[in-house]
């Protein structure tokens, strides 16, 4: 039996998010200005297009990564499902113990958020994606569920025993297994896979919204120009020039197929 100290612990981790939270802010907060100073060149280039993009908008850099590639959107899914979940498990939100209506409640809870982050995948990356997630997200959110059977977690407020107050219980040995693969699992795909790959998307030369092409006119002269569009203002487009290296406004803006800006990193 584990030491109260160590289950205290244990608790705290868990209502906190775990290391998948820490990871997930990481990501958040690292990954977009990454990408930016990667793609415009960095320095007083990436502070120009925040400063050209408003505040409200920079969130808008980890949405068009994450819409513009399937696996780390797919993985992404999958991760926040299970840290979700395994957040409110941990304050009690998920019921445990036998009876029929606690074993349907917690089917319901362990489907309906994999459902829904196997729609959003499918909606904009197809089925074979879509299925994918849903289906890995459910098995770490099941995972979730083996890990409270065999008392690798515990619920708010529960002290003592690790199977419903039985401190003499032990969990049947592919029960253990189970719940191990599942935290190992989630742990190679929060702390390796997930920033390996938001990395990778915020260094593949890749513009993270529409690059158009737009007349821009600087005093008496008019230029055709690419830009990486920041935001609309009336009828034009504020964006950053990648032929003049700062921000524009331009008008009579058509769309570009190709969002590539320039050679990937590892090129």
Request: aromatic share 8%.
């Amino acid at each position: 039996m584990a030491h109260p100290d160590e289950e205290a612990e244990e608790r705290s981790a868990d209502s906190k998010g775990g290391p998948g939270h820490t990871v997930l802010l990481a990501v958040a907060f690292a990954v977009p200005v990454t990408k930016v100073a990667y793609t415009v060149g960095g320095g007083a280039a990436a502070r120009d297009v925040f400063v050209g993009m408003e505040p409200a908008n920079w969130p808008d850099v980890l949405i068009g990564m994450v819409l513009t590639d399937p696996l780390l959107a797919s993985v992404l899914a999958v991760v926040v499902s299970r840290v979700v979940f395994a957040l409110f498990a941990a304050r009690g939100a998920v019921p445990v113990g036998g009876g029929v209506v606690r074993a349907l409640q917690r089917v319901a809870l362990t489907v309906v958020n994999p459902v829904a982050m196997a729609v959003l995948v499918t909606c904009f990356f197809g089925p074979w994606w879509g299925l994918g997630t849903g289906l890995a997200a459910y098995a770490l959110r099941k995972g979730v569920v083996v890990e409270y059977r065999t008392g690798r977690r515990r619920p708010h407020g529960h002290r003592g025993g690790s199977h419903q107050g039985d401190d003499d219980f032990r969990p049947p040995r592919g029960l253990r297994r189970a719940a191990a693969l599942e935290q190992w699992a989630a742990l190679v795909l929060t702390v390796f896979a997930l920033p390996v790959l938001a990395f990778v998307a915020a260094l593949d030369g890749q513009a993270w919204t529409s690059i158009v092409r737009c007349e821009v006119t600087e005093a008496t002269r008019t230029e055709s120009n690419r830009l990486i569009e920041l935001g609309r203002k009336g009828n034009g487009v504020v964006g950053w020039n990648l032929d003049t290296e700062e921000i524009s406004n331009g008008t009579g803006c058509t769309g570009e197929e190709s969002l590539y800006v320039r050679e990937p990193w590892w090129r």
